[in-house]
Each structure stands twice: as structure tokens, then as C-alpha cells.
């Protein structure tokens, strides 16, 4: 569905949570999940914990995601999906549940 050109750019999809990863506690906190996006494509999102609250999903749950997509041999990854902390993008964003986390 994305490809490497699609690499640095911003992207909103939305997907099932297919996994709940532990988070990474190396450098900036990260929540990390994967969302199955349909097609048997899948996404890793890495979600700022040190700049947004988390989400709290369960397996299943349905999500949109607004965020810049990073190619890689595995699908790719999602991560920004929270406020500019410079206030010079739009920055992302989570949507699950009628709330939004950024």
C-alpha cells in the first residue's frame, strides 16, 4: 500500500490493532502497536509517550492515525503522531473512541 517514495510524508489511515508491543524506553518513550490496515498490510505506530498520553487499546480496537510514514522492509512505521512540540507543523494525531491523543 506505501512504498518507499511515500517515505517523509504525512499519512492518515486507519486499522484494527493486530499486536501490543512493549514500549520503547530507549531515548523517548514509545507506545508501539500494529494496525492492520487491510490487503494484509500492516503498520508499526510509534506514539510519543513523553509528548502525548496513551492510548489505551486493546487488540481489535479500531483506530485512525494521522502521522509521517517511514518506509521499511516490513510495512513501515507511523510515528509524529502527536502536537509539533515547536508549533511549526500540524503534527498528528491518535483517534480511537471519539477522543483524540496528540
Same mark, same amino acid.
Given at each position: 500500500m506505501y +512504498?518507499?517514495?511515500?517515505?517523509?510524508? $504525512?499519512?492518515?489511515v +486507519?486499522?484494527?490493532?493486530?499486536?501490543?508491543?512493549?514500549?520503547?524506553?530507549d531515548g523517548s518513550r514509545h507506545q508501539r502497536f500494529i494496525i492492520d490496515i487491510g490487503?494484509? $498490510? +500492516?503498520?508499526?505506530i510509534a506514539h510519543n509517550l513523553d509528548l502525548a498520553n496513551?492510548?489505551?487499546?486493546?487488540m481489535g480496537d479500531r483506530v485512525q492515525v494521522r502521522g509521517m510514514y517511514e518506509w521499511n522492509d516490513l510495512g513501515g512505521l507511523v510515528h509524529w503522531t502527536h502536537d509539533d512540540p515547536h508549533g511549526l507543523e500540524d503534527g498528528g494525531?491518535?483517534?480511537?473512541r471519539r477522543k483524540v491523543f496528540k
Open positions: +512504498t518507499k517514495r511515500d517515505d517523509g510524508r $504525512w499519512i492518515e +486507519t486499522g484494527f490493532v493486530r499486536r501490543l508491543l512493549s514500549d520503547d524506553d490487503d494484509g $498490510w +500492516t503498520l508499526l496513551r492510548v489505551p487499546l486493546g494525531w491518535i483517534r480511537y
